[in-house]
């Protein structure tokens, strides 16, 4: 069974960093783009940033550039979001996601639980 | 500006209805990258549906895809009590969801 868990979330003054980490379990990590997608209380969701399978090419929300940073270890089929200068407008749910060919065509086929991210002071 | 407006924002139905909910591209875009996801109270989204019309594995077949160009649909053809939930449009590619439709009991 495929499992994604984020976890590192929690509360942080605006301003702060916080660092992210979803572990991956029932997959073969390094085979695919992975992506961390937000949803702020009560919205939409927002793609945040991904990374490709080697770590060697990624790409951010305008919103995020220069503050957070997404990266990989396929040894410990974990991914990771580094997120400093955290605003009140950063907080929400934050999601992993495997990006995959379905059918063919791209999805995000399998998603973690989410992990909250509350920037306040 | 790459977006995709989806309507209407709220779907009040009964149970054993149809459902039909409509995606709009701000431009034309190709079929391959257009997905819809399904979200439940307090959950991650889930993929439905994958290149406008594919039903990703373990989804039943009252849910159907449709569309090319900007206009894309996806249609509940009767409503299950598990069913209501908010769904979400997504050009893969600009990696843009839609604002979501809500399917609400009625």
């Known amino acids: 069974e495929v499992q994604l868990v984020e976890s590192g979330g929690g509360l942080v003054q605006p301003g702060g960093s916080l660092r992210l980490s979803c572990a991956g379990s029932?997959?073969?990590?390094?085979?695919?783009?992975m992506s961390w997608v937000r949803q702020a209380p009560g919205k939409g969701l927002e793609w945040v940033a991904n990374i490709k399978q080697d770590g060697s090419d990624n790409h951010y929300v305008a919103s995020v550039k220069g503050r957070f940073t997404i990266s990989r270890d396929n040894a410990k089929n974990s991914l990771y979001l580094q997120m400093n200068g955290l605003r009140a407008e950063d907080t929400a749910v934050y999601y992993c996601?495997?990006?995959?060919?379905?059918?063919?065509?791209?999805?995000?086929?399998?998603w973690g639980q989410g992990i909250l991210v509350t920037v306040s002071s | 500006e790459s977006v995709l407006t989806q309507s209407p924002g709220t779907l009040s139905l009964s149970p054993g209805e149809r459902a039909t909910l409509s995606c709009r591209a701000s431009?034309?875009?190709?079929?391959?990258?257009l997905g819809w996801y399904q979200q439940k109270a307090g959950q991650a989204p889930r993929l439905l549906i994958s290149?406008?019309?594919t039903r990703a594995t373990g989804i039943p077949d009252r849910f159907s895809g449709s569309g090319s160009g900007t206009d894309f649909t996806l249609t509940i053809s009767r409503l299950e009590p598990e069913d209501f939930a908010v769904y979400y449009c997504?050009?893969?590619?600009?990696?843009?969801f839609g604002q979501g439709t809500k399917v609400e009991i009625k």
């Open positions: 996601a495997r990006e995959a060919t379905v059918g063919g065509s791209p999805a995000f086929d399998y």
């Open positions: 997504l050009h893969f590619i600009w990696k843009t």
């Open positions: 431009q034309s875009v190709s079929s391959t990258y």
């Open positions: 290149g406008a019309s």
């Open positions: 029932g997959l073969i990590f390094n085979y695919n783009w």
